[in-house]
């Protein structure tokens, strides 16, 4: 296999189902992203992935997914029936990426992560990469919603049940200026870095009927909370949420992520995604929801004097 550097067009060619190999998506990160394709022994692509490059403290490369996406957006084709042949197919396409990326990407940290449909990440810890689990949950949508409903924690459900006494009312939302505050106070308050432009070109260029669906919780005409989620015809992905400190009450986001839930359903979309989180609070907030635990796994590498010093900021990492 053989890995080279391709044009929008030739991920088109490939029609991956991912809303996050899409056209539109990807032209959100403009030339920041770099589409890479894998060729077989006769030069036909076959798979895809990206790789999104940033600068730290100005002076080191690191590479990753682009800001809200979970991973590098890798796509494969596999051609073999067998079961020892698919392994085996599966090593040489890890193998090739490692190779790649040590060997254009020698001097940069290294912080990937891969779609769940990769389980096998040997062949990086064979090149001396840190393989580490990460989670996401996701619910089966093919479920009742009474199902759903039951499998949540009893604390979650009780929260959702509480606001819609209390009068708190959930619409669909098409203000995204509403959803860009919010979000943004959350993240702000939270500790968490926001990517302006990034967000902004999500929610005003990307945002569309075909693509995403946002949701508000009120009360009084108050906002308290909102969602924002994108979906392909195979999942839907939460992917941006947040509520508003100054008015708040304990049920209006579970209340904002459940109509989410039930909207998703009603677009006959198989799966609803949480997008992972390794924050304890968060995750323990999507738990509660009574998805399947999903792992995903996420390389990681620099050059030895940089990784002896990420050791003592980013233990889990390196």
């Known amino acids: 296999m053989k890995i080279q550097p391709i044009s929008l067009a030739d991920i088109g060619r490939l029609s991956p189902p991912s809303v996050f190999n ?10 920041d992203l770099n589409l890479y394709g894998i060729f077989n022994a006769n030069q036909e692509i076959i798979g895809c992935f990206f790789i999104y490059k940033r600068k730290r403290a100005n002076v080191l490369t690191q590479i990753s997914p682009p800001p809200f996406t979970p991973h590098c957006g890798l796509y494969f084709k596999s051609f073999a029936t067998n079961p020892a042949k698919r392994h085996g197919e599966n090593k040489k396409l890890t193998k090739a990426i490692s190779e790649f990326i040590d060997s254009q990407y020698k001097r940069a ?31 089966n949508l093919a479920q009742s919603l009474e199902v759903l409903t039951a499998q949540m ?25 509403l959803v ?53 015809n195979q999942k839907c992905y939460y ?60 390389i990681n590498k620099a050059p030895f004097v940089v990784e002896s010093l990420l050791k003592l900021k980013m233990k889990q990492q390196f």
């Open 239 to 298: 992917l941006l949420g947040g509520y508003n400190k100054g008015n708040s009450h304990a049920g209006a986001g579970p209340l904002g992520v459940f109509e989410s839930i039930r909207f998703a359903q009603k677009q006959e979309i198989p799966v609803f995604d949480f997008e992972g989180s390794m924050l304890p609070n968060v995750e323990s907030y999507f738990r509660s929801f009574g998805g399947d635990l999903i792992p995903y796994s996420t």
């Open 22 to 31: 899409s056209e539109d998506w990807i032209k959100v990160y403009g030339d």
């Open 180 to 232: 860009k505050s919010i979000v943004r106070q959350t993240m702000v308050r939270k500790g968490v870095k926001v990517n302006e432009k990034v967000l902004s070109t999500i929610l005003f260029q990307f945002a569309n009927d075909s693509n995403s669906f946002s949701f508000v919780v009120r009360q009084n005409k108050e906002v308290l909370a909102v969602t924002f989620c994108i979906y392909d």
């Open 109 to 139: 940290i290294v912080t990937l992560a891969f779609p769940p449909s990769l389980l096998d990440t040997q062949s990086f810890y064979w090149q001396n990469y840190k393989v580490i689990p990460n989670y996401t949950y996701q619910l």
């Open 153 to 177: 924690d009893p604390k979650t459900r009780n929260l959702i049940k509480k606001a819609e006494k209390d009068g708190l009312t959930v619409e669909k939302n098409t203000d995204m200026n």
